[in-house]
């Protein structure tokens, strides 16, 4: 079953601007579905127009199995949490938990249930009587979190709800929102230009550029095998090396150097390489790189350098030695990926 | 820092004396008898007829019927400022509310329309105003003397940056869940103006009860009369060898500024944080 079915969704503003070129995506029951893209990719737009807060210009939006292009959000069965959390500053917790519902005419008694299981399940049954300016970061996320739940929608939508949080408690959030959702087993979309949120929250990712669609997969698949140039180097920290190369018989031939590849492509092609799966040795056999920086992270080290002439960056154990000056990378054959030259689609 | 402290204080204190120096000699004069200063002039110390002057100026029937007493004129002047107040606070707001929330073709348009007001102040429309009201046959009324002063361009154009300042998230936020345009406007738009509305209140206030010029024009009947224009009634009653009531005329002047120096005084915190504060 589909909860969202958005077809072929257009989004053009008076000033003749196009955000959101032809979109179509399915999020099915369940299923959390993460937009990502750099911003302006038109993500946020076709997110808002899912809630009714943008019109949609062409297309449809079936929510349920029904069109809901010209419902009012409050009509839609959605609920959304927004970046800035958006909690009305003048009443309490109670109060924001309850204001949608109190909307609806829900009674007294059912709402007061609601917004205690809300609170018991978002652990801020204490704040209750509490106004938002009296919380923290991460207590207001959760009363926004709970907004959304009380009001048992059919479909979340997140609006790059963490991207306001300081990097600790926005990891300890991510896996809070991922688990809340597993536990409720609702649908969700949710937005964001953070590709590490995009890929350990994802049940499926939609990856977004200029307001069309890049490529849709698991966030294994987007990973191991992008579509695009752009996915290549949008998805995954650090960024897929791309260097200019020349397929030919003896393998790519990258100004100087022939890296050995397995593929029948013959030609100009942009060669993707995963920092992560290339091998940096001080000697040996492979194309020889000049070691120019190396970029300390802990866990592991970024060698910089140069390999035909061309940048390259090279993800390294933090026990292994750091290579300097000259040195050597090997990878296996079927770890590069090949994209058109110029389109940079995937060949 | 000593120093510049004492120097502070100092200009501090000339300010202090500028402004409260003519109030001070005012007050005390108002103390004494008023052959004595037709004599000798404002006084300074205290006469000791303080209670006498301000209960005569208080209740004393006055005027040309002499039904209005300055009791009722400080009623007056009350309804004048509460109603000159609120009504130009309810105007303004729902202009704002319009100009900013609602996205009509000439809403831009029409906030420089009622912008544009503030280039004819009442003086420059006085005639018209005033035939309008007559036809109407609102003369000698509370209505006649306030709703023709409630429309205020500096009042919409303050709520018009308030609203302004309230984040977008928050009117999506009311929308998703169900806030129709009146609920949004009662639940989440008027709790967040409170400040705003105190201190917009408060300036208002002020001047409303100084009016004169619309008041003195529209109100022949005098039990409308406001205390602002009951000081100019007590300085005209000089008949024959009468000498002018100096004291009682000093002592309205003085009640005349009290309720609006209180008001400020009172709402003062208020003012300033409806002034600078952004609640978001």
């Known amino acids: 079953m589909t909860t969202l079915r958005i077809k072929n969704v257009f989004k053009r503003y008076p000033n003749g601007a196009e955000a959101v070129k032809g979109v179509s995506v399915e999020v099915g029951d369940g299923e959390l579905v993460v937009f990502v893209g750099p911003s302006g990719c038109g993500k946020s737009t076709l997110?808002?127009?899912?809630?009714?807060?943008?019109?949609?210009?062409?297309?449809?939006?079936?929510?349920?199995?029904?069109?809901?292009?010209?419902?009012?959000?409050?009509?839609?069965?959605?609920?959304?949490?927004?970046?800035?959390?958006?909690?009305?500053?003048?009443?309490?917790?109670?109060?924001?938990?309850?204001?949608?519902?109190?909307?609806?005419?829900?009674?007294?008694?059912?709402?007061?249930?609601k917004v205690e299981a809300a609170g018991k399940l978002l652990q801020i049954s204490d704040f209750l009587e509490r106004k938002p300016s009296q919380l923290s970061g991460g207590q207001r996320q959760r009363v926004a979190m709970g907004r959304a739940i009380v009001r048992d929608p059919a479909i979340f939508l997140f609006d790059e709800p963490l991207s306001n949080l300081d990097a600790k408690l926005r990891n300890q959030m991510r896996l809070e929102i991922k688990s809340l959702q597993r536990r409720l087993k609702t649908a969700a979309v949710y937005v964001t230009h953070d590709q590490v949120e995009a890929m350990t929250l994802a049940d499926r990712i939609v990856v977004l550029n200029n307001g069309?669609?890049?490529?849709?997969?698991?966030?294994?698949?987007?990973?191991?095998?992008?579509?695009?140039?752009?996915?290549?180097?949008?998805?995954?920290?650090?960024?897929?090396?791309?260097?200019?190369?020349?397929?030919?018989d003896a393998g790519a031939q990258l100004g100087d150097q022939?890296?050995?590849?397995?593929?029948?492509?013959?030609?100009?092609?942009?060669?993707?390489?995963?920092?992560e799966r290339i091998k940096i040795s001080q000697s040996g056999s492979g194309a020889s790189i000049e070691v120019t920086i190396v970029e300390e992270l802990g866990a592991t080290r970024l060698v910089h350098g140069i390999v035909g002439g061309q940048n390259i960056s090279v993800a390294v154990d933090a026990e292994l030695p750091v290579p300097t000056g000259q040195a050597v990378i090997s990878f296996r054959p079927d770890d590069a990926h090949f994209f058109h030259a110029t389109t940079g689609r995937r060949l | 820092m000593l120093r510049t402290k004492i120097y502070d204080h100092f200009v501090l204190l000339l300010g202090v004396f500028i402004m409260m120096g003519p109030l001070v000699v005012a007050f005390m004069t108002s103390t004494f008898d008023h052959v004595l200063i037709h004599k000798e002039g404002?006084?300074?110390?205290?006469?000791?007829?303080?209670?006498?002057?301000?209960?005569?100026?208080?209740?004393?029937?006055?005027?040309?019927?002499?039904?209005?007493?300055?009791?009722?004129?400080t009623q007056n002047s009350l309804i004048l400022g509460i109603g000159?107040?609120?009504?130009?606070?309810v105007v303004s707001m729902l202009a704002a509310y319009a100009i900013v929330y609602f996205r009509f073709r000439a809403a831009t348009f029409c906030f420089w329309i009622i912008f544009l007001t503030l280039l004819l102040p009442l003086e420059?429309?006085?005639?018209?105003?005033?035939?309008?009201?007559?036809?109407?046959?609102?003369?000698?009324?509370?209505?006649?003397?306030?709703?023709?002063l409630i429309a205020s361009a500096t009042g919409t154009f303050f709520f018009r940056q308030f609203f302004k300042s309230i984040p977008n998230e928050l009117v999506e936020a009311a929308r998703v869940d169900g806030a129709g345009p009146m609920q949004f406007f009662f639940d989440i738009l008027l709790p967040l103006s409170k400040t705003m509305m105190a201190a917009i209140f408060i300036i208002m206030f002020?001047?409303?009860?100084?009016?004169?010029?619309?008041?003195?024009?529209?109100?022949?009947?005098?039990?409308?009369?406001?205390?602002?224009?009951?000081?100019?009634?007590?300085?005209?009653?000089?008949?024959?060898?009468?000498?002018?009531?100096?004291?009682?005329?000093?002592?309205m002047a003085m009640l005349s500024m009290l309720p609006p120096a209180l008001v400020i005084i009172i709402f003062q915190r208020m003012f300033i944080k409806g002034l600078v504060e952004n609640e978001k």
Not at chain 1, 67 to 82: K, S
Not at chain 1, 216 to 229: H, I, K, W
Not at chain 2, 57 to 64: A, K, P, R
């Open chain 1, 47 to 113: 997110l808002r127009m899912v809630a009714g807060l943008e019109d949609v210009t062409s297309g449809e939006i079936e929510l349920s199995g029904r069109v809901v292009n010209d419902l009012e959000p409050a009509e839609r069965n959605i609920a959304m949490v927004f970046q800035n959390y958006a909690l009305y500053p003048h009443m309490t917790v109670r109060q924001n938990l309850a204001y949608g519902l109190k909307n609806r005419g829900t009674s007294k008694s059912e709402i007061d249930s």
């Open chain 1, 212 to 248: 069309l669609i890049e490529q849709v997969g698991t966030p294994a698949e987007v990973y191991s095998r992008p579509d695009s140039t752009f996915v290549a180097s949008f998805i995954g920290a650090p960024p897929m090396n791309l260097l200019s190369a020349t397929l030919t």
């Open chain 1, 258 to 275: 022939v890296l050995p590849v397995q593929t029948s492509l013959r030609g100009d092609v942009q060669l993707g390489l995963r920092p």
């Open chain 2, 42 to 73: 404002m006084q300074v110390g205290w006469g000791g007829k303080f209670i006498e002057t301000y209960s005569t100026v208080l209740s004393q029937q006055g005027g040309f019927t002499g039904e209005v007493t300055g009791w009722l004129m």
């Open chain 2, 84 to 89: 000159f107040a609120l009504g130009k606070i």
């Open chain 2, 124 to 148: 420059v429309r006085i005639l018209p105003s005033y035939e309008v009201v007559q036809q109407l046959g609102l003369l000698n009324s509370y209505t006649g003397l306030i709703v023709p």
């Open chain 2, 206 to 251: 002020v001047v409303g009860w100084n009016q004169y010029l619309w008041p003195t024009l529209m109100t022949t009947d005098e039990s409308y009369f406001t205390l602002v224009r009951g000081i100019k009634q007590i300085m005209q009653i000089m008949i024959g060898a009468d000498i002018p009531k100096y004291n009682e005329a000093l002592a």
